[in-house]
């Protein structure tokens, strides 16, 4: 993003998505980057059911649901596209088979 919208000391923040059982894990965690490269980057992580269904949608699609979630969360300011994006299909990787390490 070319700014934080987002309170900055958070490292993390949580979403709760539709009580769908298919959305249940969609874009359930935010990691904030900016305090460790001091760019406006997020993370958004995928579990269970939704996870493995999102690998079947396109990038812009996995993109528009991740922005949607972001402005339900923040009203309060203007949440702007990002100017870069990366979307990563864990459970089709040989090598990762939907695995990832906690950063702690």
């Not at 579990?47 to 690998?55: H, I, K, N, P, T």
């Not at 596209?81 to 390490?101: C, L, N, Q």
């Amino acid at each position: 993003f070319s700014e934080t919208f987002w309170d900055d000391r958070d490292d993390t923040f949580g979403h709760v998505g539709e009580p769908d059982r298919d959305s249940v894990g969609e874009l359930f965690l935010f990691w904030n980057f900016h305090p460790c490269n001091k760019r406006a980057a997020l993370v958004a992580l995928n579990c269970g059911r939704a996870a493995v269904l999102l690998e079947d949608k396109a990038d812009e699609e996995v993109v528009a649901l991740a922005m949607e979630a972001l402005r339900k969360i923040f009203t309060k300011k203007p949440v702007q596209d990002p100017i870069h994006t990366v979307v990563t299909r864990w459970h089709k990787d040989e090598f990762s088979r939907g695995s990832y390490s906690y950063v702690g």
